[in-house]
T-cell receptor
């Protein structure tokens, strides 16, 4: 597609439920990133996929968070047993190999009640 | 620990004013410095800077990188209300470290 797409755009869930967030990167982009942005805060790196290499999971805040990517396409970020502090906008970005410019999707606003 | 610090955190100006936003970085594996504009959810790309001292311009916006001082500035001249946004700075290579942003409000 023309840009990075994410779904859903908004998600409201109850504490303790699992959620799955989806990201479709720009076609041909080998790198894909997930970030979390809490209200009034900067972007917090979560995880980075580059081609078929092992993902860099160094930013995942707890073992309740996991992400997968199928080849060089779609990625899903899963949050298990959601907590209220997980409420944030989750942003996905993609970039070409060895080009540092990341292009962002519209984000998913997650609200945990 | 890698960090990117932006200043000021917020700024309120009147239309027509010129503003300068600051970014300093301490990032291992540094290759590029990027500026983004965030109005609602998705940050939109403005500039990528890799060479020191070379100004990049796009309309009323310009930016320059100083690798000696580990810093960059973003200038906006003749500001308009549509420039109101959070401006994010990020440094790194494949992995970017983001600053917390400068919230710019341009009043009519």
């Amino acid at each position: 597609g023309a840009g990075v797409s994410q779904s859903p755009s908004n998600k409201v869930t109850e504490k303790g439920k699992d959620v799955e967030l989806r990201c479709d990167p720009i076609s041909g982009h080998t790198a894909l990133y997930w970030y979390r942005q809490r209200l009034g805060q900067g972007l917090e790196f979560l995880i980075y996929f580059q081609g078929n290499s092992a993902p860099d999971k160094s930013g995942l805040p707890s073992d309740r968070f996991s992400a997968e990517r199928t080849g060089e396409s779609v990625s899903t970020l899963t949050i298990q047993r959601t907590q209220q502090e997980d409420s944030a906008v989750y942003l996905c970005a993609s970039s070409s190999l060895r080009v540092d410019t990341q292009y962002f999707g519209p984000g998913t606003r997650l609200t945990v009640l | 620990e890698d960090k990117v610090v932006q200043s000021p955190l917020s700024l309120v100006v009147h239309e027509g004013d010129t503003v300068t936003l600051n970014c300093s970085y301490e990032v291992t594996n540094f290759r590029s410095l990027l500026w983004y504009k965030q109005e609602k959810k998705a940050p939109t790309f403005l500039f990528m800077l890799t060479s020191s001292g070379i100004e990049k311009k796009s309309g009323r916006l310009s930016s320059i990188l100083d690798k000696k001082e580990l810093s960059s500035i973003l200038n906006i001249t003749a500001t308009q209300t549509g420039d109101s946004a959070i401006y994010l700075c990020a440094g790194g290579s494949e992995k970017l470290v983001f600053g917390k942003g400068t919230k710019l409000t341009v009043n009519p």
